[in-house]
T-cell receptor, first 111, second 116 residues
Framework: DAKTTQPTSMDCAEGRAANLPCNHS???????VYWYRQIHSQGPQYIIH???NNETNEMASLIITEDRKSSTLILPHATLRDTAVYYC????????????FGTGTSLTVIP | NAGVTQTPKFRVLKTGQSMTLLCAQD?????MYWYRQDPGMGLRLIHY???????AKGEVPDGYNVSRLKKQNFLLGLESAAPSQTSVYFC???????????????FGAGTRLSVL
């Protein structure tokens, strides 16, 4: 089952793009990459997910390398409200869609 | 649409006491999950359910029991609480593998439990 490696913390200037990397070198061919974030101690919030192709939605973009061993979450114009812990997750297990959260990246957006 | 609702929001227990945490979802999701989160750590899966009447162990199941008697509810029980179970508990639900490409987990606001 694939697990992920993320930097412990990152800073980003307000209004600039925030690029959050994630390594998942043991990912299987049918496992999706999901990104969630957790603001303060609230419940995690879904951001985006993908399998092979790059994905974009109203919140962010997800860039997955061709070999699928790493990905990058891009917040195009970071705001102070984007300060949170960001988790990169791959699906664990063959049933139940279990998630392994890890410790994530603590992103601080600086005014 | 309430989504995932957890009750209670806060609770203080004494060592040895028992309690049940309730999770309710109104999205007709097949799968439900219980996680715990300790300070400075990510979420760890306790138990999960892939359908009414079914449960399975996650990463840290010891000291907890669960039941899924109704599709919309998933109960987490502590039979004899210990200080090591002081944590924030999150419940989540997801549609199920039938819609794997969009099997997103939706989380509740959490229950903060202290065991003295």
């Amino acid at each position: 089952d694939a697990k992920t490696t993320q930097p412990t913390s990152m800073d980003c200037a307000e209004g600039r793009a925030a690029n959050l990397p994630c390594n998942h070198s043991t990912i299987s061919g049918n496992e999706y990459v999901y990104w969630y974030r957790q603001i303060h101690s609230q419940g995690p919030q879904y951001i985006i997910h993908g399998l092979k192709n790059n994905e974009t939605n109203e919140m962010a973009s997800l860039i997955i390398t061709e070999d699928r061993k790493s990905s990058t979450l891009i917040l195009p114009h970071a705001t102070l409200r984007d300060t949170a812990v960001y988790y990169c997750i791959v699906r664990v297990g063959n049933t139940g869609n279990q998630f392994y959260f890890g410790t994530g990246t603590s992103l601080t957006v600086i005014p | 649409n309430a989504g995932v609702t957890q009750t209670p929001k806060f609770r203080v227990l004494k060592t040895g006491q028992s309690m049940t945490l309730l999770c309710a979802q109104d999205m007709n999701h097949e799968y439900m999950y219980w996680y715990r989160q300790d300070p400075g750590m990510g979420l760890r899966l306790i138990h999960y359910s892939v359908g009414e009447g079914t449960t399975a162990k996650g990463e840290v199941p010891d000291g907890y029991n669960v039941s899924r008697l109704k599709k919309q509810n998933f109960l987490l029980g502590l039979e004899s609480a210990a200080p090591s179970q002081t944590s924030v508990y999150f419940c989540a639900s997801s549609p199920g593998l039938a819609v794997l490409a969009k099997n997103i987990q939706y989380f509740g606001a959490g229950t903060r439990l202290s065991v003295l």
